[in-house]
């Protein structure tokens, strides 16, 4: 099992940055793809950002420029820096892991934080 814990959420202002921050423990051997979603009231869940274990990155058009997506795999970690932030972020952010358990494993396991709330104020 993966535990997913994410941090740096909270109140801020429109046009102000948050660093969001996730820390990935447990058995883990590998971890590839890792990624950041959201979802408003009333709204699906959709993708923020995803990184690869190489650090290729790809966004959602409506990020793009101002979110960047890095990842530490030393220490397990997946940070999201958001900047220019608009009242539409305001969002439950939830991080994303898919990982691998064991060396021996031939397949990984997707996982999920428990989420950190952003509110964007007008």
């Known amino acids: 099992q993966v535990q997913l814990v994410e941090s740096g959420g909270g109140l801020v202002q429109t046009g102000g940055s948050l660093r969001l921050s996730c820390a990935a423990s447990g058995r883990i051997f590998r971890i590839n793809d890792m990624g950041w979603y959201r979802q408003a009231p009333g709204k699906q869940r959709e993708l923020v950002a995803t990184?690869?274990?190489?650090?290729?990155?790809n966004y959602a058009d409506s990020m793009k420029g101002r979110f960047i997506i890095s990842r530490d795999n030393a220490k397990n970690m997946v940070y999201l820096q958001m900047d220019s932030l608009k009242p539409d972020d305001t969002a439950v952010y939830y991080c994303?892991?898919?990982?691998?358990?064991?060396?021996?494993?031939?397949?990984?396991?997707?996982?999920w934080g428990q989420g950190t709330q952003v509110t964007v104020s007008s």
């Open positions: 994303n892991a898919d990982a691998v358990g064991d060396y021996r494993d031939t397949y990984s396991v997707n996982y």
């Open positions: 990184i690869t274990n190489g650090g290729r990155t």
